[in-house]
């Protein structure tokens, strides 16, 4: 549960809009994301919550120079992280904004001031970031409020997977969810291996959704229909708006398109069932079945040439040309007639 809001594999997908740093330290933009995400028909919007400080050091030297082929490759990550990050005291007041419009709100703590923060500020949920993973004395930490949890699983081993698990159950969480997520800003398509999904479930017995970075929207409709139930993807006003995320951030009405993609997705997944539908009864009449295709006399064998299987539906059942075709018409039968056993002597 978060809230009052059920998520798991019998619930509709809730989906996230992650804000991040799409707000561009506008606080007005933040709030006008929020009602965007709200009109999208997001259920929630993420937030994170650090200090430049509280992720890194100030620092030049080669480590901390980020390279690799990414948008942001020459910057320094305290250069990054301090671009990105969202003031906390913004937070409380896009919660109220949140609130007031009826839209869940929490957010990515990155460290042990930041969770105690989050609690304060009265989320429902926390988030842990593919990145901290292998922290689990943060872990711990969320662990500990005894709220539910998320965790993303970006370049993490099945092992590690599994110790983060059990690190959040011993400290006190008793509702966690897994995101499959693949940490490259964009992600390549070929690389979001939704397969991962079942298999985790199957793994851990825990509900899984997807955090994606993907160009586009149709992955999370993938993903849904291989049994997520929690979507999260980045959302900004406007791509034009050059801030960290923007490039891979889906513009408004991406994301509703998304939604709506998603929601298709639920609705067609259905349960199992056989045997025609409420839509489909009226296409039964367009069945094949057996008529009488020539003017047949009583007395008459039926042949090849008097019986076909053709539509509509209305005769018997062609399985059963082979026993006609022994046997006599028990009366005059006209061209056109549906035939039926009266009619067999």
Not at 310 to 316: A, K, V, Y
Request: hydrophobic share 35%; charged share 25%; aromatic share 6%.
């Amino acid at each position: 549960m978060i809230g009052d809001r059920s998520v798991g594999p019998h619930s509709p997908a809730y989906i996230v809009a992650e804000m991040s740093a799409n707000h561009n330290n506008d606080f007005e933009q933040a709030e006008e994301l929020i009602r965007l995400a709200k009109e999208c028909g997001a259920d929630a919007v993420k937030l994170q919550t650090y200090k430049p400080s509280t992720l890194t050091i100030k620092s030049t030297k080669g480590p901390f120079i980020i390279s690799g082929g990414t948008k942001w490759d020459g910057r320094t990550l305290f250069d990054l992280y301090e671009e990105g990050c969202m003031p906390w005291e913004w937070q409380p007041r896009l919660k109220k904004t949140a609130d007031d419009i009826g839209i869940d709100l929490f957010s990515t703590a990155y460290d042990k001031s930041s969770v105690e923060f989050l609690d304060r500020m009265g989320v429902d949920v926390h988030k842990v970031a593919s990145f901290e993973i292998v922290d689990l004395q943060l872990i711990e930490k969320m662990a500990e409020t005894g709220k539910p949890l998320l965790i993303s699983t970006g370049m993490a081993s099945k092992k590690e997977i599994s110790e983060a698990v059990s690190c959040a159950g011993k400290a006190g969480a008793e509702e966690i969810a897994l995101l499959k997520c693949t940490s490259a800003y964009p992600s390549p398509v070929e690389e979001t291996n939704l397969r991962t999904i079942p298999d985790m479930r199957r793994s851990f017995g825990l509900p899984v959704g997807l955090s994606d970075h993907t160009m586009g929207i149709h992955v999370p409709s993938a993903a849904v229909a291989l049994g997520a139930c929690i979507v999260e993807k980045h959302m900004t006003t406007s791509r034009k708006l050059k801030g960290p995320d923007s490039h891979f951030s889906l513009e408004p009405k991406e994301f509703k398109r998304m939604v709506e993609g998603v929601r298709t997705a639920e609705a067609s997944l259905g349960k199992v069932s056989y045997g025609p539908t409420e839509a489909e009864k009226n296409s039964l009449a367009f069945r094949r079945s057996l008529f009488v295709v020539r003017n047949v006399k009583a007395g008459e064998r039926f042949t090849e040439t008097n019986v076909r299987s053709i539509r509509p539906g209305t005769g018997l059942a062609p399985g059963h040309l082979s026993d006609v075709l022994r046997r006599k018409a028990s009366r005059d039968i006209e061209r056109g007639t549906p035939l039926d056993w009266s009619m067999v002597d």
